[in-house]
């Protein structure tokens, strides 16, 4: 049980790592869109590679950090039963929602954009706007990440939901514990 609970401390900790690294996008995208704004209503100046940039740069964030997303989980849940509901029917409830909803979904995201992410990566596709920015094949390539990132951080939801239904409940990390929603604004930058 040590190791799993290992496994899962570790994908925590790249889900932390590569969320806590691109959120600073978000300050990017932000001076980007500035600088964009002013440009064009002030000095009536416009690059479209800038335009891309901003817009790539929101993708990449999103699809990077959506596993971190769930690491604290930040993403959209029914809390009607869920919240007052004990540990272990959170467990279970996670345990069966990782291998019935999240793993085929994300299965089923790397399926389909397998093909378009080799397919741009074969011919270097690049922006459709004229004088737009080149490597959008790098982008494309997110949606892998996205898929594998979320899969591996499902992975550690269910770990501890085994860890807790075998009574091993002591063994979860902290970052992922039940009831610990600001686990993670506690913990020092760069734990698990």
């Not at 604290?72 to 029917?89: G, K, L, Q, S």
Request: charged fraction near 10%.
């Amino acid at each position: 049980m040590r190791f799993l609970a290992g496994i899962a401390a570790s994908i925590c900790a790249v889900n932390l790592f590569i969320g806590r690294t691109f959120a600073w996008l978000s300050l990017g995208i932000v001076v980007v869109c500035f600088t964009v704004v002013v440009q064009r209503y002030l000095f009536s100046v416009s690059h479209l590679w800038m335009q891309d940039l901003y817009v790539w740069l929101n993708g990449a964030m999103f699809t990077a950090v959506a596993g971190f997303a769930l690491l604290r989980n930040d993403h959209v849940r029914v809390d009607i039963f869920y919240r007052p509901a004990r540990v272990r029917t959170k467990a279970w409830s996670d345990l069966i929602g990782v291998f019935l909803f999240l793993l085929p979904f994300t299965w089923v995201v790397y399926q389909y954009s397998m093909p378009f992410v080799v397919r741009a990566w074969s011919y270097r596709e690049a922006s459709a706007n004229v004088g737009g920015m080149q490597g959008l094949f790098i982008l494309k390539t997110f949606i892998i990440a996205f898929a594998v990132l979320l899969a591996l951080q499902g992975l550690a939801m269910a770990i501890r939901s085994i860890l807790v239904l075998s009574g091993n409940e002591q063994l979860v990390p902290k970052s992922i514990q039940y009831g610990s929603d600001q686990a993670l604004s506690d913990l020092p930058k760069g734990a698990a």
